[in-house]
Every structure is written in structure tokens, then in C-alpha cells.
């Protein structure tokens, strides 16, 4: 098999790593590798974070060290100022795109660091992260996501983590609606898993859950999904107003 696709399809998230420092020449060829991503002008920065109390601060697991990928309009804008000319920050589709220019450079870091045998594993609320006085971030540069890197202290789950089928995720030339024995079939597995854990809940924590409507595992799944967004929103939006978007203001 192709070795790209081959490591592509090992990927496992790893949460426990040694305290080993990477390799500087290492860490150099996945930083290398993050700026191939595909980009107009390279409208992000990484930050990598080494230093032990910072690390500590944001990182929910130990680890030698986080990259940080953030959409980065302020050295942009110091470099359109310099012709006396403004870039337009504050727009929807500007917002999408610089997004993908971040997250896709940090998903080529995530590819060139497994290729090395080192483990890494996503933080998902980094974009609602309070980062900006801990970093120094300017204004104009948003955090868009954040990982974590380091030499593996578990072996990684032998099997995959379940992925629901090509059938569900693709289509050609258009949509098709999914019918209700396809969806229990695809997503099943994620249903007993909701159920479990739900069920294992104290009697009491799961009255105080049926008073507010949620009866069953997939209910007791979206409820938290919802708290935690409320948690991280508000976070998410002023990152954005630092970032010179105000999704307020758009029509």
C-alpha cells in the first residue's frame, strides 16, 4: 500500500505521552511540512509551546509540546499597510477560508508527526481558548486549533476507531437522503455506546435529567454537547472579535 495512505489510515489518537523532548530537526521537517498545505498567502501562524507552565495552563493532557495552528490576519495587514491598503478582515467568506488555511497547515503537521512514529491528539475547544494575554497573540490572530505532539507512553488501540461506511459520507453528483434503517445502521454502534453510558449514570443524576426532558442515551449525548457549547461560545466569539470578525454586524 501506498506509504502516505498506509499512515493515513494508522492515524490513533494518543492522550498519554513520554516527557522526551522531539527532535528539533524533526519538529523542524513537521513545521516544514504544516506550510505545504494547500494556501493563498499563508494567512496562519503555529506557535509552538514548549515551556512547562504554559503547557500546563492549556493542555489537558501532559505533554513535551502543543502547536498551536491561528488564523493570522495582523502580519498580513502590517504588510498591506505598508502600500497604504486595507485587507478586508471582517467578512464571512474570509473567515471560512482563513479557517481552512489554518486547520488544513495543522492537519499536514498531524500527518508529517505520525509519520515519525509520534503521537498527537487534538484539543477541541482551543478556538473558545482565552489565549490571547498568555501568548501574546495581537489582535487580528485567532487560535483555530490546537494539538498536541510527543513520543507515545500506550500503545495505540490495535483497531481503528469505528468510522461509519463510505456510503454514509459520499455521494455523487447529488445528495441522497438517508432512510431511517441506513441511519440506525450507520450509527448504531455510537447509539449503544450513548446508552451505556447513560444508563450507568446514579439514579439520581439521571431524575434531575428526566425532569429536563432527557430520557435516553442519544438525548443524554446532544444535552452535553449543548452545555459544552454554551461553555466555549462565548469564548469563541470574542476570539473572533479579536480577530477583527463581527459575526454580529453580517447581514
Given at each position: 500500500m501506498n506509504q502516505v495512505i498506509e499512515s493515513l489510515l494508522s492515524h490513533r489518537t494518543i492522550r498519554s505521552f513520554r516527557p522526551d523532548p522531539i527532535d528539533e530537526e524533526e519538529l523542524d521537517a513537521i513545521l516544514e511540512a504544516g506550510t505545504r498545505a494547500a494556501t493563498h498567502f499563508q494567512p496562519?501562524?503555529?506557535?509552538?509551546?514548549?515551556?512547562?507552565?504554559?503547557?500546563?495552563?492549556?493542555?489537558?493532557?501532559?505533554?513535551?509540546?502543543?502547536?498551536?495552528?491561528?488564523?493570522?490576519?495582523?502580519?498580513?495587514?502590517?504588510?498591506?499597510?505598508?502600500?497604504?491598503?486595507?485587507?478586508?478582515i471582517d467578512s464571512a467568506m474570509n473567515l471560512f477560508l482563513r479557517y481552512w488555511d489554518a486547520v488544513l497547515a495543522l492537519q499536514n503537521v498531524v500527518v508529517a508527526a505520525e509519520s515519525l512514529g509520534l503521537g498527537t491528539v487534538y484539543i477541541g475547544d482551543a478556538p473558545g481558548m482565552d489565549l490571547h494575554e498568555k501568548l501574546g497573540l495581537p489582535e487580528n490572530v485567532l487560535p483555530a486549533g490546537l494539538v498536541l505532539v510527543g513520543h507515545p507512553a500506550q500503545e495505540p488501540p490495535k483497531e481503528p476507531r469505528y468510522r461509519v461506511p463510505l456510503e454514509a459520507v459520499v455521494h455523487r453528483n447529488r445528495y441522497i437522503e438517508p432512510t431511517a434503517d441506513q441511519l440506525e445502521s450507520w450509527y448504531?454502534?455510537?447509539?449503544?455506546?450513548?446508552?451505556?453510558r447513560y444508563d450507568g449514570l446514579p439514579e439520581d443524576e439521571r431524575?434531575?435529567?428526566?425532569?429536563?426532558?432527557?430520557?435516553?442515551?442519544?438525548?443524554?449525548f446532544c444535552h452535553n454537547v449543548a452545555n459544552f457549547y454554551r461553555g466555549v461560545d462565548k469564548g469563541v466569539v470574542e476570539n473572533l472579535r479579536r480577530g477583527g470578525f463581527h459575526i454580529n454586524d453580517w447581514a
Amino acid at each position: 500500500m501506498n506509504q502516505v495512505i498506509e499512515s493515513l489510515l494508522s492515524h490513533r489518537t494518543i492522550r498519554s505521552f513520554r516527557p522526551d523532548p522531539i527532535d528539533e530537526e524533526e519538529l523542524d521537517a513537521i513545521l516544514e511540512a504544516g506550510t505545504r498545505a494547500a494556501t493563498h498567502f499563508q494567512p496562519y501562524s503555529f506557535l509552538v509551546i514548549d515551556d512547562a507552565d504554559l503547557l500546563s495552563a492549556i493542555a489537558p493532557y501532559p505533554a513535551p509540546l502543543a502547536i498551536l495552528a491561528t488564523v493570522d490576519l495582523h502580519r498580513f495587514q502590517q504588510y498591506m499597510a505598508l502600500h497604504d491598503a486595507e485587507y478586508p478582515i471582517d467578512s464571512a467568506m474570509n473567515l471560512f477560508l482563513r479557517y481552512w488555511d489554518a486547520v488544513l497547515a495543522l492537519q499536514n503537521v498531524v500527518v508529517a508527526a505520525e509519520s515519525l512514529g509520534l503521537g498527537t491528539v487534538y484539543i477541541g475547544d482551543a478556538p473558545g481558548m482565552d489565549l490571547h494575554e498568555k501568548l501574546g497573540l495581537p489582535e487580528n490572530v485567532l487560535p483555530a486549533g490546537l494539538v498536541l505532539v510527543g513520543h507515545p507512553a500506550q500503545e495505540p488501540p490495535k483497531e481503528p476507531r469505528y468510522r461509519v461506511p463510505l456510503e454514509a459520507v459520499v455521494h455523487r453528483n447529488r445528495y441522497i437522503e438517508p432512510t431511517a434503517d441506513q441511519l440506525e445502521s450507520w450509527y448504531g454502534r455510537y447509539g449503544e455506546t450513548f446508552d451505556e453510558r447513560y444508563d450507568g449514570l446514579p439514579e439520581d443524576e439521571r431524575a434531575v435529567l428526566t425532569d429536563q426532558g432527557v430520557r435516553n442515551g442519544v438525548q443524554h449525548f446532544c444535552h452535553n454537547v449543548a452545555n459544552f457549547y454554551r461553555g466555549v461560545d462565548k469564548g469563541v466569539v470574542e476570539n473572533l472579535r479579536r480577530g477583527g470578525f463581527h459575526i454580529n454586524d453580517w447581514a
